[in-house]
């Protein structure tokens, strides 16, 4: 408990006056209570929100939560479906809340892998390539598997997933650790192919291969239609919505992309909503995927090889 605590004051420089807002679900209770014991070791006024677990990554907490949200000056959100790409958290953000998501982190993932890194060293790191995307236009993305994909970034701003949200306003997942963009909507083309792991699905036995044309996705094979049933579900939920580089030295893929997607030699793509980090597509969803050991260009610049980044 105590090395939680540490953490969470590392990572959120939780001062003991400050109100903190836990918001979890009925699926989490037990993690629930194991970061509610170590956030009591920093403020002496720590608030515990309960809902109904969201049926799906990016859906919005009821009003109550989302208007408490913006109320508190640190949000720690242990959920099994993931806040971090709704109203809710962006509207917390905006009125000064610091916000750390941690959709479907499991028990073992608080005291182990990618909540142990320098997060010194991974904010480094996240900000260097948050930097590059940003400079972009292009990104291509290859693979041995058949990965062939590009999209453009002209005019988007890459942020960095640091893991040292101390200013008011600040967002990010714990465990942390990428840099990350979302891509121009309608100008991404090729094929994706995940290996690693892909949202609902946890870690992949077998290839995912996503087919992608005017920055939507077009065709799935290799998951017996459970991807494309979500695609059709929701509007939206078929964009191109992120590319992120995995920046994190201490995650592992472990079939939960909270983590998956930090590790480093990865990089991931997602679908669905992007409306809160410099995208213009809503969505009640977001999926990421992850792709391991990539080739990237860079504006035709080798970028990364095999997933070792060439140079920051």
Do not use: Q
């Amino acid at each position: 408990m105590r090395r939680l605590a540490e953490i969470f004051k590392t990572t959120l420089a939780i001062r003991r006056e400050e109100e903190v807002l836990l918001v979890t679900d009925d699926a989490m209770l037990e993690v629930a209570s194991l970061v509610e014991a170590a956030l009591r070791e920093l403020s002496d006024e720590v608030l515990v929100l309960r809902m109904h677990p969201r049926s799906m990554h990016g859906e919005e907490p009821p009003r109550v939560v989302a208007e408490a949200m913006k109320h508190a000056s640190v949000v720690v959100a242990p959920t099994s479906k993931s806040l971090s790409h709704t109203s809710a958290r962006k509207r917390a953000c905006e009125a000064g809340a610091r916000v750390a998501t941690m959709p479907g982190i499991t028990l073992d993932m608080l005291t182990s892998g990618g909540m142990l890194a320098d997060y010194r060293e991974v904010e480094r790191l996240a900000r260097a390539v948050a930097e590059r995307l940003t400079e972009a236009k292009t990104i291509r993305i290859k693979t041995e598997l058949g990965t062939d994909f590009e999209a453009s970034l002209k005019g988007r701003r890459a942020l960095a997933d640091t893991g040292i949200i101390a200013k008011p306003g600040d967002f990010g997942n714990l465990p942390a650790g990428e840099g990350f963009i979302a891509p121009v909507e309608g100008e991404s083309e090729g094929v994706l192919v995940f290996d690693g792991s892909f949202g609902m699905l946890g870690k992949l036995a077998e290839p995912l291969k996503i087919r992608v044309a005017e920055g939507k996705a077009v065709e799935v094979s290799g998951d017996g239609g459970r991807v494309e049933a979500i695609f059709a579900r929701y509007a939206n939920a078929e964009n191109v919505a992120e590319i992120g580089v995995g920046v994190n030295p201490s995650a592992k893929v472990i079939g939960n992309v909270l983590e998956d997607e930090k590790v480093f030699r990865t990089i991931h793509v997602a679908f669905g909503d992007n409306h809160t980090f410099g995208g213009r597509t809503r969505a009640e969803v977001h999926l990421d995927g992850v792709i391991l050991n990539p080739d990237v260009w860079l504006d035709g610049e080798k970028f990364m090889e095999r997933g070792r980044i060439c140079s920051l």
